[in-house]
Every structure is written in structure tokens, then in C-alpha cells.
């Protein structure tokens, strides 16, 4: 049997920004194979608690653990090797092409002096393939269309093969195909490789039907985190959202409309 360990941890975590709460006292447990979709109205701090998690903001209170080490006792390396963080907008590096960005991937991995070795390329060419990237793999990032930049972003992050997934809105500009597809990914990631995974999405059946856990965020400072077959209800929704929610079911899946 697989041991589900604990990757990344907040205990008593406060974040703000502008003056406005994030979180105010924000404990939750990251597990590997574990999958939290973060949701919330716009404007309540989801990207920026993401950006939190990944150690690119101090926190105001309590403290981050990843790997069961506080994140501020590591190095950008040590994070690096262990983090994988997609942003909502990828800077595209000029020039580059979808091969060569996507090895940039295993970097943190590295040793300078050797450069990437056979077991690195193998597991680039995997995850193109995985991707569907293979007939995109000479054009250059630049030249592609906002979806295809999108998937170069999370082979990149696939590449990197870490411990934990911080994910903001990654299914931004894929069509439905590619935005399930890419769910699914992440979601047999998970299990397969132990990992764990965070991601903010705005579609709450995508977050019932890939997620195992919830992360609410409903606005100063408060949140709401549990498995998500638990906090997704009507109720809940409707408060996090400020508009009637009503559900139904379809082929055994739960579906989540506004009234």
C-alpha cells in the first residue's frame, strides 16, 4: 500500500494584500495524491495566497511547511526541485522553442557542469508526447496560439517533476478537449508520482469531478477547507459565490448551475 505523506503545510497562516485579509488563520495538509481546488468570487486573494504557498510572499502570520521544513529555512533551488508553479500569464522567452522551453523544466535538477543527461531527455520527450506537444516541438513559444502556450506551460511544469503542483487557473485559454485532458493529467499525476496538487479553478464541476479536497476563500480573511463531496453544497456555494446555486446530477456526476 502507497504511504500517503504530507508534502506542503500552512499552520495559523495570515496573508494580506492591500490591507485586505487573505487568510486569517489558515491550516490545511497537502497529501500526496492529494488534489485542492481553490475557488472563490474574483478579487478574494486566490493568486496571491497560490504565490504564498510557492514562497514568493512573506506571510504575516504562522508559517508554510514543505516536506515537513519550514520554507523559509530552504534555498530557491531546494523550493524549485520540489514546486512547480504555473502562473496565470508565462512570460514567453524570446525565440525559444517549445523543445528547448519545456527543458528548462528540469533545471532545478540539474548539475551545471554536466547539463541535462539522457534520463532527462527521456523524460521530455515523455511528457510531450503525454501533451500532444510532439508536432509543436521546433516552433517557437512566441509563434503560438494563447492555448498551445498554455500546454507548453504545464509540460514545463510536468518536466520539473515535483512534489506539488501550484496550478493558477491552467485550463485559461484551452479549448473543453484540451482543458479535460489536461485535468485528467493532473489528476493521474497525482497518484502516480505521490505527488500533490493546488489549483485555482473557476468552474466548480470541474473542481467536483478532478478535486478531492476544497480550499473556499469567501472574502476577509475567511475560508473554508475539507473534502470537497463534503463543502461542495448548495448552501456553501451560493454563500461563496453571493448568487443561488442549485444542483443536480447527470450520468452520476454531480452538477453544480447557477439559479
Not at 6 to 32: H, K, M, N, Y
Not at 82 to 95: E, K, N, P, S, Y
Not at 183 to 200: C, D, H, P, Q
Request: aromatic share 4%; net charge negative.
Amino acid at each position: 500500500m502507497t504511504e500517503i505523506r504530507t508534502l506542503l503545510g500552512t499552520e495559523s497562516l495570515a496573508v494580506t494584500i492591500g490591507g485586505q485579509s487573505v487568510t486569517r488563520d489558515l491550516s490545511f495538509d497537502v497529501a500526496s495524491g492529494d488534489v485542492w481546488g481553490i475557488i472563490g468570487a474574483n478579487g478574494v486573494g486566490k493568486t496571491t495566497l497560490l504565490h504564498t504557498l510557492a514562497g514568493l510572499r512573506e506571510v504575516d502570520a504562522g508559517h508554510i511547511e514543505l516536506d515537513g521544513k519550514h520554507l523559509t529555512s530552504l534555498t530557491r533551488k531546494q523550493i524549485a526541485q520540489r514546486v512547480a508553479l504555473v502562473t496565470q500569464h508565462t512570460l514567453d522567452h524570446f525565440g525559444a522553442t517549445v523543445y528547448d522551453t519545456v527543458v528548462m523544466g528540469r533545471h532545478p535538477h540539474l548539475n551545471p557542469f554536466v547539463g541535462e543527461t539522457r534520463a532527462d531527455l527521456d523524460i521530455v520527450e515523455d511528457v510531450l508526447e503525454m501533451m500532444d506537444l510532439n508536432s509543436f516541438r521546433r516552433r517557437r513559444v512566441d509563434r503560438l496560439s494563447g492555448g498551445e502556450r498554455r500546454r507548453v506551460a504545464i509540460a514545463t511544469a510536468l518536466v520539473q517533476d515535483p512534489g506539488v503542483y501550484l496550478l493558477d487557473e491552467p485550463t485559461n485559454h484551452l479549448d473543453l478537449n484540451h482543458q479535460y485532458e489536461l485535468l485528467e493529467t493532473v489528476a493521474r499525476r497525482a497518484k502516480s508520482r505521490e505527488a500533490g496538487v493546488v489549483v485555482i479553478l473557476h468552474d466548480v464541476n470541474q473542481v467536483a469531478r478532478f478535486c478531492t479536497h476544497v480550499l473556499m476563500l469567501f472574502g476577509s480573511g475567511r475560508a473554508q477547507t475539507g473534502e470537497q463531496e463534503r463543502l461542495l453544497t448548495r448552501s456553501s456555494l451560493s454563500e461563496l459565490y453571493g448568487r443561488p446555486i442549485i444542483d443536480s446530477e447527470i450520468e452520476g456526476r454531480r452538477i453544480f448551475v447557477p439559479s
